[in-house]
């Protein structure tokens, strides 16, 4: 796996959930999503316990809720879908303000907001506390396929190259005084976009010749062994656990 890559969604501490090891609080969060859909849409009250449960995990984790706040605006075209499903939605109507939206489409947005906001931020509170390359440990000790493995492990790593590949083509553009204000210069960028791209494959060729000549043969070597031990499990899957028991309950009311 190499060295880690510091993503945005990263935020550095030393708190409890971020000393977990990665593979818990993937499983942790998997769970915990999947308690999330399985809950009942008419339980509205379940979906608060939820949102406490995330805020008492960013609590201990140090994650302000600005910051998490800030990276829910991922969700905003889901929000937009979900607005639209009481006006397009066929079946019994009522009257809002004045508008008439359809009963089954105003539960269904609730349904789509309730269950994606907390979907986006449980995983924004996992991406806050684990760094990258702890993921890629994680789903490898998860015993993800190890091509699929590898697959993300070189996206994340290439991604970062082909970034700042783009971003010295830009310089070089800028300091000869190019300027993209219109449709007659598409065809520049038409040609850088070229270029990047055989740079990219050249580049993805040299490298996969130099795994090769050392050894390569399908399967990247071991370096760190994540372990964890019953404890940090406990710790980790108290969050799927307190979710589970609001999930039950809603299901009994």
């Known amino acids: 796996m190499g060295a880690g890559h510091t993503h945005r969604l990263y935020r550095h501490g030393h708190s409890p959930v971020h000393g977990l090891p990665p593979h818990t609080k993937l499983a942790a ?30 609590h201990v984790a140090r994650v302000p809720a600005g910051f998490l706040l800030k990276r829910l605006l991922i969700e905003v075209p889901f929000v937009a879908f979900a607005v639209l499903m009481p006006f397009v939605a066929e079946g019994e109507r009522v009257e809002v303000l004045g508008m008439s939206l359809s009963v089954g489409g105003l539960w269904g947005a609730w349904n789509v907001l309730a269950k994606g906001t907390l979907g986006v931020a449980a995983s924004v509170l ?33 991604g970062d190259v082909i970034t700042d590949e783009m971003r010295r083509m830009r310089i070089a ?28 494959y050249e580049r993805g060729e040299r490298v996969h010749l130099a795994m090769v000549s050392r050894g390569y043969a399908g399967s990247m070597p071991v370096i760190d ?12 899957l108290a969050l799927p656990c307190a979710a589970l028991v609001v999930c039950l309950l809603g299901w009994a009311l």
């Open 29 to 58: 969060t998997f769970a915990f999503v999947v308690v999330v859909v399985s809950t009942p849409r008419e339980a509205m009250w379940a979906f608060g316990l939820y949102a406490v449960l995330l805020g008492a995990v960013a």
């Open 126 to 158: 996992l991406a806050a506390t684990t760094e990258l390359r702890e993921l890629l440990l994680g789903l490898q000790r998860l015993k993800l396929p190890p091509l699929l493995v590898q697959i993300a492990s070189f996206m994340i790593r290439y």
């Open 173 to 200: 553009r800028e300091s000869r005084g190019f300027e993209a204000r219109g449709v007659r210069h598409w065809g520049v960028l038409a040609k850088s976009a070229g270029a990047l791209f055989i740079r990219s």
């Open 225 to 236: 062994e994540v372990t964890a031990s019953r404890a940090q499990w406990s710790y980790a």
